[in-house]
């Protein structure tokens, strides 16, 4: 059987914002260090379902998580001196979907 490639729609949409300001460096850190946690979180989970599923952890997750922890003690440490120094700190984080058909 054969079956048709895969390609990407894109969606006509610029994208979401889903944080978009000024903030503190503290408010800064709790909203980066929330949303990443999430993540790693979500690995966390994906990654123990799979070993429980199958007996052995899944290495994408595995590899998302370090990536992100590494993502996120950078963050902090740049917020950490944002704080150190009394800046202000702007945040932009931007969306978006592509859709495989």
Known sequence: ????PERTVAIAHDGYDLVRGEFTPEDAKDI???MISKKINFHKVRSFNSE???GKKDPNSEQRISEL???????????ESAQLKGSKVHI???ISIDIEE
Do not use: G
């Open 1 to 4: 059987m054969k079956t048709a």
């Open 32 to 34: 980066l260090d929330h």
């Open 52 to 54: 429980i599923r199958l």
């Open 69 to 79: 922890m590494v993502t996120k003690e950078e963050l902090l440490a740049i917020l």
């Open 92 to 94: 932009k984080a931007n």
